[in-house]
């Protein structure tokens, strides 16, 4: 057994990475400032021997006593909502809050594990974007504050890397759906189901044509496990590698949940990516893992959890 700290460990990933690593034994800190995570996507684990809760802001100073093997950052607002919500937040999670959890990991001696983003690869010119691409980021726009947290909190793990001999992991997140999403989070899944089961239009910002893939949570958090028992330091791609445009997204969605709604067509945000889909060769030859839950079988799973859920 092994003591895992996970920052971010009441947010939607955060919580299932925390139940994968309860699942195989190990013991887990869990350390959300309940931001954007909530104590419901946890609160199954409070009383289990190996699992404590402490809410705590991680962009201040972060102690932790006792034993850690390892620390896994996932801390960070995440969804399209927050970049115009929580600006300054996502900036210093991905500064400062990075730079605690590397400093406790330096401290404890630790294995440390970064959670980024594709969004590193902002609006991109390659496809699909292997992890060698660098990216085509607008640093001024509004999804920069969170583009550029997560760039810098890379070159921050690579610099205590190779300052410090910590071992360190980088998973590249590419859109992630499942159960626990937000209901307010303004991801096109989440907001596509509940405008379904509401019997409200499907907003397709832009004319639908650009493309996604979309990973469900429990295939994110296997790649994510089989990245940090790996030896890999390199990043590597973790999400789901068929596409689909938007307006196919939302016709599935439609069919899945049966509902009866329209579409209707907004304008495309600022820097909104075009294309999006992740070169899994890494994670396939280095880590031999690879996505199983097909789309259609993931949006009714995530359709019939938030069914469960009161969506006013």
Not at 48 to 71: A, E, I, M, N, S
Not at 171 to 182: A, D, E, H, L, Q
Not at 229 to 253: C, F, M, R, W, Y
Request: proline letters at 5%; hydrophobic letters at 40%.
């Amino acid at each position: 057994m092994t003591r895992v700290v996970v920052t971010g460990g009441a947010g939607f990933v955060g919580s299932h990475v925390c139940d994968a690593l309860i699942a195989r034994g190990e013991e887990v800190l869990c350390i959300d400032n309940l931001g954007t995570g909530r104590t419901e996507n946890v609160e199954h684990l409070f009383g289990h021997p190996r699992f404590t809760f402490v809410r705590h802001d991680v962009t201040t100073h972060l102690w932790v006593p006792g034993v850690v093997d390892t620390v896994m950052h996932l801390a960070s607002p995440a969804s399209p909502a927050d970049f115009e919500r929580l600006p300054i937040q996502i900036l210093k999670v991905g500064s400062l809050g990075t730079h605690n959890a590397l400093g406790l990991a330096l401290e404890k001696g630790a294995k440390f594990f970064l959670a980024s983003t594709s969004e590193v690869y902002g609006d991109p010119l390659v496809h699909p974007q292997p992890e060698t691409y660098l990216g085509n980021v607008n640093s001024l726009g509004v999804r920069g504050v969170y583009d550029e947290a997560k760039r810098f909190a890379e070159a921050l793990t690579m610099a205590y890397h190779r300052a410090h001999g910590i071992d360190v992991r980088i998973v590249r997140i590419f859109n992630t759906y499942g159960p626990r999403m937000r209901p307010d989070d303004g991801r096109v899944v989440s907001n596509f189901i509940i405008q379904a089961l509401r019997g409200e239009p499907l907003t397709i910002y832009g004319g639908g044509c650009q493309t996604r893939s979309f990973c469900y949570v429990a295939d994110q958090v296997r790649g994510q496990l089989a990245l940090l028992d790996s030896d890999v330091v390199s990043p590597v791609n973790i999400g789901h590698d068929g596409q689909l445009t938007i307006l196919e997204l939302a016709k599935l969605v439609l069919d899945v949940t049966g509902s009866t709604s329209d579409v209707e067509y907004r304008h495309l945000p600022q820097d909104d990516p075009k294309q999006r889909l992740p070169d899994l060769t890494r994670a396939g030859v280095q880590l031999g893992w690879k996505p199983v839950v097909n789309l259609r079988e993931g949006i009714a799973r995530t359709a019939e959890w938030f069914s469960t859920r009161e969506l006013a």
